[in-house]
């Protein structure tokens, strides 16, 4: 399995923008691949992050390790600073 990112390339909210980037930054600077899918681009993708989720109103960004749901920004923020970031990821 693989860490999937669902976020959105068309917003309007500046903070969205960071927290997805701030994500992918994360990711990044610690080597963890990842693959960014973005849910403006393809409507069955939001429909998949939304299931995932198991929340028909969730926004991106959202986090999953393959079919797996992890969380959100706040879960994702959470694990850093608890130092839990692979095992919210499910690594």
Same mark, same amino acid.
């Given at each position: ?27 990044? &600077? /610690?080597?963890? @691949? ?10 069955? !993708?939001? %429909? ?7 929340? &028909? /109103?969730?926004? @991106? ?10 969380? !959100?920004? %706040? ?8 130092? /839990? ?7």
């Amino acid at each position: 399995m693989s860490v999937i990112l669902f976020y959105s390339s068309v917003s309007g909210s500046t903070t969205m923008k960071k927290n997805q980037e701030r994500i992918m930054s994360v990711l990044t &600077s /610690k080597d963890i @691949p990842f693959k960014a899918v973005d849910i403006a681009q393809n409507s069955e !993708d939001k %429909d998949l992050m939304r299931k995932r989720a198991g929340n &028909s /109103k969730a926004l @991106p960004p959202q986090i999953c390790n393959g079919d797996v749901y992890c969380g !959100d920004y %706040d879960a994702f923020e959470n694990a850093i600073e608890m130092e /839990k970031l692979e095992e919210f990821l499910k690594l």
